[in-house]
């Protein structure tokens, strides 16, 4: 949902409800959190590197797989995010979806440490400031109970690994959000090739995915995370 890669650009330095990850990284043990300081660096620098058309490109394939993947579950809506910079996905994925009749709901920052409140996306206007530089909807606040309503959650996420460990920016948004997801529900991230790896250093409280959503290979399930 966002690029927060350098002090130059928006929201750097700063853990929004995209960062997920931990429940803060300061907790982790220090092994862990070196480690995943150490690859949250390669990742951003793969993703600095990457060319306007390279992210243009990605985005098409992913809102296309996307849609596939929305297509074959029930009636509700999709928990996204919106992303900025380099981060996978874009705002026609998002638009996508309504058009496709899905209702579209986007994380809203909690004034305090918690679970993710959620609101309507229902189009680029009813986007607005919100807190740690990012977007974020002036519909109506939905509470986080929201969330249980999704018949597909998408996140964002810096990687992946095969046993659906994910690794975020640290902030614990989504860690905290997570574990409201109903069993059964598929918790799916948007990654760039490359960012499916065979390990993430992960910590016990560290939210799982069910999958990923690839640009060339398109949607890919990670192993049994207790999800249903």
């Known amino acids: 949902m966002l690029e927060r ?18 429940r803060g990284d ?6 862990v959190a070196r480690r995943k300081d150490a690859l949250r660096a390669r990742l951003l620098a793969g993703r600095r590197a990457l ?7 990605a985005a098409e394939e992913l809102r296309g797989h996307v849609l596939e993947l929305a297509q074959e579950l029930r009636d509700g809506p999709v928990c996204a995010y919106l992303p900025i910079g380099a981060e996978p996905g874009s705002t026609a994925l998002l638009d996508g979806l309504r058009a496709a009749g899905r209702s579209v709901l ?14 309507a996306y229902t189009g680029p206007g009813s986007l607005g400031p919100g807190p740690l530089g990012l977007r974020e909807p002036t519909t109506p606040r939905l509470g986080p109970a929201a969330l249980r309503t999704a018949v597909l959650v998408l996140v964002p996420a810096l990687a992946v690994d095969r046993a659906g460990r994910r690794l975020g920016r640290g902030g ?16 799916v991230a948007l990654l760039h090739d490359g960012e499916l790896l065979d390990e993430v250093p992960a910590d016990p409280h560290d939210q799982p995915v069910t999958g990923v959503v690839l640009p060339t290979p398109g949607t890919v399930a990670t192993g049994n995370n207790g999800r249903g």
């Open 172 to 187: 614990g948004y989504y860690d905290r959000t997570l574990g409201a997801v109903p069993p059964g529900v598929p918790v």
């Open 26 to 31: 300061d907790a982790a043990p220090p092994g």
């Open 5 to 22: 890669e350098t002090a130059h650009e928006p929201g750097a330095g700063r853990a929004g409800p995209e960062d997920g990850g931990t």
């Open 106 to 119: 986007l994380p809203v920052v909690p004034p305090r440490p918690g679970p993710l409140d959620w609101a």
């Open 51 to 57: 060319t306007t058309e390279q992210r243009a490109a």
